[in-house]
């Protein structure tokens, strides 16, 4: 059960910040993240969409669930990144919010990879 409820806050949490980064206009992304082509910017909004889906549909359908422990692997290393990067920016409360996220997602993996697998 408690598995599912991560996997249900990462993916609300993933798909809205993804929805966002692809949503807004160019101008207002620019100034929220200074730094970063808009390009990338669009990328990871792509990523996150995708990782919010294979957090929950290959565990929800059981097709190809190995999906879903990756899908949360792969937003360890997206907070493990962003946790640098607010770091390097002295953004210390960003890295609060990043830690724990990164936390839950590693719960996730872990808990899909070896505590209660789900199989096909």
């Known amino acids: 059960?408690?598995?599912w409820v991560a996997q249900i806050v990462l993916a609300i949490i993933f798909a809205l910040s993804g929805a966002m980064?692809?949503?807004m206009p160019a101008a207002e992304l620019a100034k929220m993240v200074p730094g970063f082509?808009?390009?990338f910017l669009r990328f990871i909004g792509i990523a996150e969409l995708?990782?919010?889906i294979g957090i929950i549909v290959p565990a929800l359908t059981?097709?190809?669930p190995v999906l879903t422990p990756l899908?949360?692997?792969g937003f360890v290393i997206v907070m493990v990144s962003a946790a640098?990067?607010?770091?390097m920016r002295g953004e210390l409360g960003e890295v609060a919010v990043v830690i724990v996220l990164g936390?839950?997602?590693?719960?996730?993996a872990w808990g899909r990879f070896k505590l209660a697998p789900i199989s096909a």
């Open 84 to 87: 640098v990067l607010h770091l």
């Open 103 to 108: 936390a839950l997602a590693s719960f996730v």
């Open 21 to 23: 980064k692809l949503s």
């Open 50 to 52: 995708a990782g919010a």
């Open 37 to 39: 082509p808009l390009f």
């Open 62 to 64: 059981r097709i190809a």
């Open 71 to 73: 899908a949360a692997s």
């Open 1 to 3: 059960m408690g598995l």
